[in-house]
């Protein structure tokens, strides 16, 4: 009786401290998600400000995105984002491995200073360096210029779109790998090395299969900065190169076509949560074999 009575007060108190967080999620996630999906759903009326209200509910809104100017948006959005997650990664993993591995205790804290300074480093300013750079009348236009590069081309642009994604992602990747390979124990690598495997061979088999779950929280975590980015591609698009959010911002801003502009924050969210699914999935089935 006792012991029921003692797992029932654990239990109470759980829910108790539980309590504030739910509410918050409640009120400021699910409720102003379940307004997006509703909103989804209403009908849009030419030069009216919103939806209107209790009108007949209607599939238009998801039907239009079928149109291949929409899945083009969709296709961009998520190839660039792809892109630049594979990118910060691979670049991301070895610098986490050296900093964890072979770099000195100043040199870490040196590495660790510099990007967490970083991630507070605002959003215009690392948009606009890179413009200054890579842009039409940035400090390396001679250079391009003489390797007749042009900085007004698709893939130019796109190139430097991804340059700005990856201003985010590298500093993200490696802080969460970092966290990866100090949880594998080094003596595995060295006990493969004494069997006689290389030190590249050790690093392939052994480290990275062990981190093999950090190395997808790092990609998870890159598409989501990529995905959802909206200042990048819309200052270093040029307006030839937009994102989904750059057009669910146009359709909620621009457009006042707020049914619209759901429909497509609800697909973007179901996509988003199937990329996650699909991938944790995969990384389970790596994990048994």
């Known amino acids: 009786m006792r012991s029921d009575a003692h797992r029932r007060s654990v239990m109470a108190s759980q829910i108790l401290l539980l309590l504030p967080a739910t509410a918050v999620f409640l009120v400021f996630l699910a409720l102003p998600m379940m307004a ?41 959005t998520y190839f660039l984002a792809f892109c630049a997650s594979i990118i910060a990664v691979l670049i991301g993993f070895p610098i986490a491995h050296h900093i964890v591995r072979g770099a000195s205790a100043m040199t870490r804290k040196i590495w660790l ?16 360096a890179i413009q200054l750079t890579f842009g039409t009348v940035g400090i390396l236009a001679p250079i391009l210029s003489f390797l007749a590069i042009d900085t007004n081309g698709y893939i130019y642009v796109n190139v430097v779109i991804i340059a700005g994604i990856l201003h985010y992602e590298i ?17 595995l690598t060295e006990a493969a090395q004494s069997l006689g495997a290389s030190a590249y061979k050790a690093h392939l088999t052994i480290t990275v299969p062990l981190c093999a779950k950090g190395l997808a929280s790092a990609f998870l975590v890159s598409m989501t900065v990529g995905v959802a980015a909206f200042a990048i591609p819309l200052i270093l698009g040029r307006g030839r190169i937009l994102f989904v959010s750059n057009l669910i911002y146009s359709r909620f801003s621009e457009v ?11 697909v973007m969210t179901v996509l988003s949560f199937a990329l996650i699914f699909g991938l944790s999935r995969l990384t389970t089935l790596l994990d048994r074999t």
Do not use: H
């Not at 200073?113 to 606009?128: D, E, N, P």
């Not at 076509?257 to 609800?266: E, F, K, L, T, Y």
């Open 256 to 266: 006042a076509d707020s049914p619209s502009g759901a429909a497509i924050a609800v």
């Open 171 to 187: 500093p993200m990747c490696i802080l969460i790998l970092i966290g990866a390979v100090l949880n594998v124990n080094p003596r």
């Open 36 to 76: 997006v999906v509703g909103e989804s759903f209403l009908t849009f009326v030419p030069g009216r400000i919103g939806a209107l209200k209790g009108g007949p509910l209607t599939f238009q809104n998801y039907a239009d995105l079928l149109d291949p100017a929409y899945i083009r948006y969709f296709a961009q």
């Open 113 to 128: 200073f510099a990007l967490i300074g970083l991630m507070f480093l605002s959003a215009l300013v690392r948009v606009y």
